[in-house]
């Protein structure tokens, strides 16, 4: 009996906790064709953001942190692709409470951070508007993504300080009715 009970308190103490999904509301992307990037380029860096969105939940077992920045991750993910298959599936799965299986992407988080910041950096030197603004976004999630990333630190404080936070509300509730 006593075995019974230790394997029943090993399987609820395994159990994942149950959890919320507040998926992120796209309706069309924030993005034209006037972004300085290709179609497939778009694909790849929502896929990357996609893969490395559900592979936070999965390893922190949606801690509320993971589940943030998932939001923030799979909103620009869909704004770059709306139809990207990684993102769609992720967020749908969260939204049924199942936690997604770890997936390989094409890079590490840090390097992916790494990739953020340098293609935000040339989306900035390309100076249109929806360049900018990705530019800003990619950039301060280089930063949050890898926080030992001095160079990428240092730009989103900068943008920071001369523009503002970035309005993550405005990405992840782009199609919230006012």
Known sequence: ?????????????????????????????????????????????????AIIAA???AVSKASPQSLADARRMLALALHLSPRNKRAL???????????????????????????LFTRGQLLEKQGGAEDVALARIF???????DPRNEDAIYASEIHRIDHGGVDWSGITDAGKKP
């Not at 969260?94 to 390097?111: C, F, I």
């Open 89 to 115: 599936v992720a967020s749908f799965q969260l939204s049924k409470g199942v936690l997604p299986e770890r997936a390989e992407g094409n890079y590490g988080t840090q390097a992916f951070a790494r990739l």
């Open 139 to 145: 950039i301060q999630l280089a930063a949050s993504m």
């Open 1 to 49: 009996m006593s075995c019974y009970l230790g394997m029943v308190a090993l399987h609820a103490a395994e159990a994942p906790k149950a959890f919320t999904w507040d998926p992120p509301k796209v309706v069309r992307g924030l993005f034209t064709r006037e972004l300085g990037m290709l179609d497939s380029e778009r694909e790849e860096y929502a896929t990357n953001l």
């Open 55 to 57: 592979n936070q939940v």
